[in-house]
């Protein structure tokens, strides 16, 4: 395949970059927007060391604001400014920043689904689970969304079943929204255009509607284009995008402890149809399809989410309540070839309530201890529905037309979680933490599966199962110097049992999944404060490790089932440099072996050593940026590269999609009120294929994917008040 190789050397990494320079188009991510503006000093020298200090950058990983080089967490923040300059649109453009860090996407917007050091799992039930502002998407299917007015993206890496709960035990992705202007009205209205016939509008506006009180912040934005790959049949194309997202925010500021936020977004998604097809073909003819049958997939998102915190001088506390309503519809050709066998329409809706109440201390004590703690409370209610027909030609099964239903169910899901964390330190040096959290869920369910006319019994079950678990943490860091630390956590994560809405039979439910994390880190800034480095190192075991498997008897339906044991082993590695006032540096690197324990089974068959797929042995990325104001006219020139290792797409690892690399650039130059950009994504039009399923039956080589996203080069126009 084109722009591909096994695993990329050093020699090549460095030829990259030596392109990109010589192309004149520079790259960035240390973002300067979260430190706090320097005071003037007389010395020119020391004024020149203040302006190359690394920024300060606050995170959120532990549920309160805290310096990100003083967590005892591995976790990589994506400020603002970075997601401006970068030309960040949805969420896993920001992942090339974070070490093994992978999302598995199709074209279709609602399968995103994030992987961590090799952990990962099925939409309806993430081993990752993203939060947005503060709220958990407790379906990946709302997940992936459009980024509108994001203050900050956070990867926390690690289990954080402590103080998130369920479902987060490789991590969270931390999503928050930036707070609307209290001082004055700003706004912009920009109008991106491209090549597959790529185009949109979008327009924010933000600023008070009583003076330091209440303000407004509203933004919205329309992107469509044309499909990437084409129909041979019928010479249209299959996989185009068109959609819209829209956020309103009041923010309320009733008195100096006070803070009320109400946030409301609505996403609509009609994407065409999955651009599935044989990968024996794709590799042979890229962007290319047989189909009989041309599909759509479709998403509706509405959410709302209040805030409401007050701070005083001894604790805060924090109230956040949401409902998240979402529902999907694909109608696709399920034998993804030319002939008119089977066809798929899969209906999916669900209603999520979460309620959090959550209690921090302010520092106290003094002299040689001090202590902070945070209590909370999280409950929560999940109702989920789905009815998926395969609608099967003459011929193909018997004689006549046959509808299946597969399956028709309504799961129903109410839990609570308990938790606490405490903090001690020591000289303000040595800092020893701990925390417990209790989570409990009732499930239940009814689950069925009949056909058009009954040519066979149809089946139904009742089920319903309650599930608990203790998930401590505990970790010690200590900082050697002001700007150095070392940290050691050890935790444990859980992943919540289930049930299958359909599966094959005795498969209906399914296991927790455990997970025990032991990890070490370093963080420091060297030089003066000019460089930052972040390492660490992490053992993962894991317990019953839930798996996606393909049902054998149903093409295009997925279950989950505890395969057994598994382990990772890796090691992490961030650096960010400002070599001068205007050029910043950085690069990431992630290492993680992750494979199928002793005894492990999936589907009867032994996987023991086996690697666990769509789980990339390593990540890489570096880039560079120049930034600079020219009087009224700003610059900013960047350019990044990404690369992944090998990985396997299925737990036989009989087929896999070799290591590739990515270049993306941006050049933007603002002047006054007026804002232009060009922005070109895969800039070497690499082929690849990062997304496949086991498909034995209808597809030759026995796997089927799609293609990733050619060279997209996308030009912004606008303006800005």
């Known amino acids: 395949m084109a722009h591909m190789f096994s695993h990329p050397t ?28 320097p005071t003037p000093q007389p010395d020119p020298a020391q004024d020149e060391t203040i302006r190359l200090r690394m920024p300060t950058v606050n995170v959120t990983a532990q549920k309160e604001p805290a310096d990100k080089q003083r967590v005892p967490v591995a976790v990589t923040a994506v400020p603002q400014e970075t997601i401006d300059d970068a030309g960040i649109r949805i969420v896993s453009d ?58 900050q993206i956070e990867f926390v890496r690690g289990p954080q079943s402590t103080l998130f709960g369920r479902n987060t035990l490789g991590g969270v992705v931390n999503i928050t929204t930036a707070r609307p202007s209290m001082s004055a009205w700003t706004g912009q209205v920009s109008a991106p255009f491209g090549n597959y016939g790529g185009w949109g509008v979008q327009a924010g506006v933000s600023g008070p509607l009583v003076a330091n009180k209440l303000s407004l912040g509203v933004s919205a934005t329309r992107i469509d284009r044309d499909g990437f790959t084409v129909n041979e ?12 997202s829209g956020k309103a925010q009041l923010l309320w500021l009733p008195s100096a402890a006070w803070e009320g936020r109400l946030i409301v977004t ?16 794709l590799r042979a003819t890229p962007y290319r399809a047989m189909r009989d049958f041309e599909g759509t997939s479709d998403r ?104 299946e239903h597969s399956p028709r169910a309504t799961l ?39 056909y058009e006319p009954a040519i066979a019994p149809a089946g139904r079950r009742d089920v319903g199962e309650t599930f608990s678990n203790v998930s401590p943490q505990v970790s010690a860091a200590w900082r050697v110097r002001p700007d150095t630390s070392i940290y050691a956590t050890v935790g444990r994560g859980y992943k919540a049992g289930g049930f299958n809405p359909a599966s094959p039979a005795g498969s209906e439910g399914y296991a927790e999944e455990f997970t025990t994390n032991v990890e070490g880190g370093l963080k420091t800034l060297l030089a003066e404060g000019r460089v930052s480095l972040n390492a660490a190192v992490f053992a993962i075991d894991w317990d019953d490790l839930q798996l996606n498997l393909p049902n054998p008897f149903v093409p295009g339906q997925f279950f989950i089932a505890n395969v057994g044991g598994a382990t990772s082993r890796g090691f992490e590695l961030e650096l960010g440099a400002r070599v001068a006032p205007s050029v910043d540096l950085f690069a990431a690197f992630g290492y993680a072996h992750a494979e199928f324990g002793e005894g492990s089974t999936s589907g009867g068959v032994n996987v023991e050593g086996n690697h666990i797929p769509t789980a990339p042995d390593y990540t890489t990325s570096a880039g560079i940026q120049f930034k600079r104001m020219f009087g009224r006219t700003g610059v900013v020139a960047r350019a990044d590269a990404v690369f992944y290792g090998e990985y396997f797409y299925d737990d036989q690892n009989t087929m896999s999609q070799e290591a590739y690399s990515l270049v993306n650039a941006r050049f933007a130059v603002t002047h006054g009120h007026l804002l232009g950009e060009l922005l070109v994504r895969n800039a070497f039009d690499t082929e690849y294929i990062p997304f496949a399923l086991p498909y034995p039956g209808f597809a030759p080589s026995g796997f089927i994917g799609e293609m990733g996203a050619p060279r997209v080069v996308t030009a912004h126009v606008g303006i800005r008040f």
């Open 233 to 244: 049949i019928t010479g249209n194309d299959i996989d185009s995008r068109e959609g819209f």
């Open 300 to 403: 509706e998102v509405f959410g709302t989410t209040a805030i409401l915190r007050r701070a005083g001088n001894r604790f805060a506390f924090t109230s956040t309540t949401a409902f998240v309503d979402w529902s999907t519809q694909d109608v696709t050709d399920l034998d993804y070839t030319a002939l008119p066998m089977a066809r798929r329409d899969n209906s999916e809706n669900a209603t999520q309530f979460t309620q959090e109440f959550r209690i921090a201390s302010a520092t106290s004590g003094s002299g040689a201890v001090q202590t902070q703690w945070q209590v909370g409370a999280f409950l929560f209610n999940n109702s989920y529905e789905q009815d998926a027909v395969n609608a099967y030609a003459p011929g193909l099964f018997g004689p006549i037309a046959i509808n």
């Open 266 to 281: 609505a996403d609509h998604a009609h994407d065409g149809d999955y651009a599935l097809q044989d990968i024996g073909a």
């Open 412 to 450: 129903d899901d109410t839990g609570i979680g308990l938790y606490g964390q405490a903090t001690f330190t020591f000289n303000d040096t040595f800092d020893v933490a701990a925390g417990l959290r209790y989570d409990y869920e009732d499930k239940s369910g009814v689950l069925e599966t009949f």
């Open 10 to 37: 050093l020699h090549q990494i460095l030829r990259t970059v030596r392109r990109l320079s010589m192309a004149g188009v520079f790259v960035a991510i240390v973002p300067p927007s979260s430190a706090a503006a």
């Open 94 to 151: 920001a992942a090339i920043f974070a070490p093994n860090v992978f999302f598995t996407e199709a074209s279709a917007r609602k399968i995103s689904n994030a992987r961590f050091r090799g952990i990962g799992s099925s939409p309806a039930n993430p081993g990752i689970t993203t939060y947005i502002d503060g709220v958990p998407q407790l379906n990946a299917n709302t997940s992936s969304i459009e980024l509108l007015d994001i203050e």
